[in-house]
């Protein structure tokens, strides 16, 4: 019998230990898969940053640091600029990107490094329980947030691809959804461009992928799917935000 | 450039910039840094030098994102500096610490500045706490070089290079701003690299030639396994306290005092002295060169043949506190401290001296 379906050689025996219904493992294994389609595993190295994917050694298949927290872009750029033979694949929840580590990401998006950036969108904190996370939307309760996110107080919820996209060493940037099979497929396409660019050096390279978290948000695992399709799209629209390559190919000029 | 550095050969030189030359002779791949007074010399050369060399500099956003940098880069198995004052070695105490659990080498320099806060630019030596204690969170240590002249800031450089990789640990200099500034003369001694230095192979990540997949980590969530590696760490700092603990003697013999001090006060201690010798007081210098490990065994046998202790520093008693541990109350341990740019005076040394010297059993001489 012809087998149709196995896991990625990148990702280690299937075992989870995230909350059923939960976007982490899903974005894992997508990196997992395009770190195959590109034989990249020998010279990979992921980031387990400081969130519910610090464990991400559990489950990826090739070599892994974890950081501290929002410093992840950082110790990239010092993998990357030491050994410029190595893939890193930089993973970052929103906690750690767009709070603690907004000076870093920028920082590194500007000087163009050579890295690829996952980007976990769950407009939550999650390994701490809950708290409200940079990315929380309007209205959104969270446990430091408990009578619903008003930004008179708290801010507004921040649009990292659009924040970042005006920077000088930008390559790529987009955003995808892990809340159906179809925005997964998308989104995977999304970092294989990524992937493609680091490969190719053009410079930084982000996919934010908005996920689920069903325990935080105090949803089962469809609620939560219901939930971001209704409440997170509108604010946070799917698609490629900046494309370098795309950019170039419009302003060839036309041979008359 | 390269060419033009006259190696083996006397030179006029600022201390930030030996360090720098140092560094880029002891193969240093990346120097990561964020201005701050009074080490800007040494982040101005090397922007010139790494990238002259084809090295990685990079000016960071601050110094959090710089120690982050050293910590990637040694990781894979990269030699990677940074560099700051007291403030911006607060900020890279968390990135030092996991650097110290997960035993990555770095090698670091504190050109200290007057403090606590913003304090001034002013030399001092009032880090000397968060040098010899490690710094930031956990039950951790540095390797921490205290030199005194602008040839021990080039050769302790390269020393602090070696023994970073040696015992995959975090080494430093604790300087300050005088040291870092001052133009000495000095020789550009040849690095050569120690034959024993261990491989980087076994552990560094993102290199094809190891399948089995890596983890750099300074998390163990388990307590058993915690422990255990602070434990690891504990038996690796005793070996490094076995080996290379350093130190100065001058003119002890006779001596009714011992001084004690570092860096530029052991400068200022040397010729108050001479001073107080020509006064007919019988004084001598003990001067560590590491600062962790303390010379403590060696101040304790001291103390057997010795009467008295003066701690100098510019510090209001940090190492005061070390040598009275190390003494165990078998002398008394006076002290002469100055701090946030104050610097210890000759004539007050000898004054202190003589009040040393005229101390009723038990009082202790104190300035501050
Ligand atoms: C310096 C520091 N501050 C705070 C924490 C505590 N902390 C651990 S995980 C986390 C939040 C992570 O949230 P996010 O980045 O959104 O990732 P998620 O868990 O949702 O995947 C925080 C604040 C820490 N480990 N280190
Ligand atoms: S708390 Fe949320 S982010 Fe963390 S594992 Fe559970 S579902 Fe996933």
New binding site residues.
């Given amino acids: 019998m012809e087998r149709v379906f196995t896991k990625p050689v990148a990702m280690k025996e299937p075992r989870t ?9 899903v974005a894992h294994r997508l990196v997992a898969e395009l770190i195959d389609e590109f034989g990249l595993r020998e010279r990979a190295i992921g980031i387990a940053p400081v ?3 610090v464990f991400a050694d559990l489950y990826w298949n090739f070599d892994v640091i974890s950081t501290a927290h929002g410093r992840a872009p950082a110790a990239a750029t010092g993998m990357t600029r030491a050994n410029p033979d190595c893939f890193v694949v930089s993973y970052q ?1 929103d906690g750690d990107l767009a709070a603690i580590g907004t000076a870093e990401i920028i920082h590194a998006a500007n000087r163009g490094e050579n890295f690829v950036t996952v980007f ?1 969108n ?1 407009a ?1 904190y ?2 701490t ?2 708290q409200m996370a940079p990315t929380t939307l309007v209205g959104q309760k969270s446990t430091t947030c408990q009578l619903g996110r008003d930004p008179a107080i708290m801010g507004h919820p921040i649009r990292v691809c659009e924040l970042l996209q005006t920077l000088g060493g930008v390559a790529y940037i987009a955003r995808g959804a892990l809340e159906s099979p179809k925005t997964i497929m998308k989104t995977k396409s999304y970092l294989r461009k990524a992937f493609e660019y680091a490969l190719d050096r053009r410079g930084f390279t982000l996919v934010e992928m908005l ?7 105090g949803m089962t695992p469809p609620q ?1 799917m219901t939930w971001l399709r209704e409440n997170m799209l509108d604010y946070y629209p799917l698609g490629v935000v900046r494309d370098v390559g795309a950019e170039e190919k419009a302003q060839k000029p036309v041979a008359a | 450039m390269s060419e033009k550095i006259p190696i083996g050969e006397k030179v006029l030189m600022k201390g930030n910039e030996a360090i720098g030359e140092a560094a880029v002779q002891a193969c240093c791949d990346c120097y990561y840094g964020y201005p701050i007074t009074p080490q800007n010399e040494l982040t101005a050369y090397m922007s010139r030098r790494m990238i002259e060399e084809g090295r990685v500099f990079i000016q960071t956003e601050s110094e959090i994102a710089a120690i982050n940098m050293c910590y990637g880069s040694a990781a894979v198995g990269a030699r990677s500096m940074t560099s700051s004052s007291s403030p911006g070695i607060s900020l890279k105490q968390e990135g030092i610490s996991y650097m110290a659990s997960a035993q990555l080498p770095v090698f670091y320099v504190n050109v200290n500045r007057g403090g606590p806060g913003l304090g001034n630019i002013s030399p001092a030596q009032s880090d000397y706490y968060q040098t010899t204690r490690g710094g930031g969170h956990g039950d951790y240590r540095v390797i921490a070089f205290a030199p005194s002249d602008v040839q021990e800031l080039y050769d302790l450089t390269m020393l602090g290079f070696d023994l970073a990789d040696k015992y995959r640990n975090p080494a430093m200099i604790q300087a300050d701003g005088i040291l870092g500034q001052m133009m000495e003369p000095l020789v550009l001694h040849e690095y050569k690299r120690p034959p024993d230095l261990p491989s980087k192979q076994p552990w560094r990540l993102g290199d094809p030639s190891t399948t089995d997949p890596l983890l750099v980590t300074s998390l163990v969530l388990n307590v058993t396994g915690m422990e255990e590696r602070n434990l690891e760490l504990q038996k690796k700092y005793d070996t490094i306290t076995e080996n290379e603990t350093r130190f100065e003697e001058v003119g002890l013999d006779g001596a009714d005092v011992v001084m004690v001090a570092y860096g530029t006060a052991s400068r200022i201690a040397k010729s108050a002295m001479e001073v107080a010798r020509a006064k007919g007081i019988k004084v001598g210098l003990f001067r560590p060169i590491t600062i962790w490990p303390f010379p403590s065994a060696r101040l304790n046998g001291l103390a057997d043949r010795f009467d008295n202790f003066l701690v100098v520093e510019m510090s209001l008693g940090q190492m005061w506190e070390d040598v009275r541990l190390a003494v165990e109350g078998k002398a008394p341990v006076h002290v002469h401290g100055r701090t946030a740019g104050g610097i210890p005076q000759q004539a007050d040394i000898v004054a202190d001296l003589r009040k040393v010297l005229d101390a009723k059993p038990g009082e202790i001489v104190k300035n501050f």
Avoid: E, R
């Fill in positions: 230990l995230y909350c059923p219904g939960c976007g982490h493992g969130g519910c994917s929840g976990v769950n939550i999650g390994m329980g809950g996920s689920p978290c069903p325990t935080n948000w939560a």
